[in-house]
């Protein structure tokens, strides 16, 4: 499974951006990145994924860097809501492999 | 229907129970899978359907059956737990799609061994 590195915690004041790393240097070329977040108590939600260009919805933003071992997920706005743990997952096909992920505390 | 359904949301059970976790979704995926989260732990992959065959089991001890009866519903039954198996049990099933194949996870099942 392919693997991935994060952060174990990182802090944000509310209303500010927040980028969130994830390093994954043994991925492969058909590796989709995703990233999913999970609030406590519920199952992990789906973010925003992509294959090789930057993608935005309505959530986040998605940078991955020009040789894709690397990505950055982008809350453009924290708000007391966006407090989870987010998880970044190389995904060869259908199946998830869950890395430790990154507690975000937003700062009221 | 966008969602994954999982039934019960909290279960008690002793060791000498049996008892049976449910899961339904009604997106028209093909893929279901059982996963399993220990508190302050990312989820571990436990079991995998395909067009309701299983493809993938990650060597998950045999106290845990999983069933899939069609391609709405996944069961995981279980018997002569361990207090080690108290955990958060998570549904999840994908389809494919533009860019790869999206997950949909259910709330989980809080399940407690005793």
């Known amino acids: 499974d392919a693997k991935t590195t994060q952060p174990n915690s990182m802090e944000s004041n509310e209303e500010e951006p927040v980028h969130l790393p994830c390093n994954h240097s043994t991925i492969s070329g058909t590796d989709y990145i995703h990233w999913y977040r999970q609030l406590p108590s519920q199952g992990p939600e789906y973010v925003i994924h992509g294959l090789t260009s930057n993608v935005n919805n309505r959530m986040a933003s998605l940078a991955i860097a020009e040789d894709r071992k690397s990505s950055t997920l982008i809350l453009h706005r924290a708000t007391l809501r966006d407090a989870a743990v987010y998880y970044c997952i190389l995904s060869p096909g259908n199946q998830f492999y869950f890395g430790t992920g990154t507690s975000l505390t937003v700062i009221p | 229907d966008t969602e994954v359904t999982q039934t019960p949301k909290h279960l008690v059970m002793g060791m000498t129970n049996k008892k049976s976790l449910k899961c339904e979704q009604h997106?028209?995926?093909?893929?279901m899978y059982w996963y399993k989260q220990k508190a302050k732990k990312p989820p571990e992959l436990m079991f995998v359907y395909s067009y309701e065959k299983l493809s993938i089991n990650e060597s998950v001890p045999s106290r845990f059956s999983p069933e899939c009866p069609n391609s709405s519903l996944l069961n995981l039954h279980l018997h002569a737990l361990q207090p080690e198996d108290s955990a958060l049990y998570l549904c999840?099933?994908?389809?494919?799609?533009?860019?790869?194949?999206?997950?949909?996870f259910g709330s989980g099942t809080r399940l407690t061994v005793v």
């Open positions: 999840a099933s994908s389809g494919p799609g533009q860019g790869g194949y999206g997950y949909t």
């Open positions: 997106m028209g995926h093909r893929a």
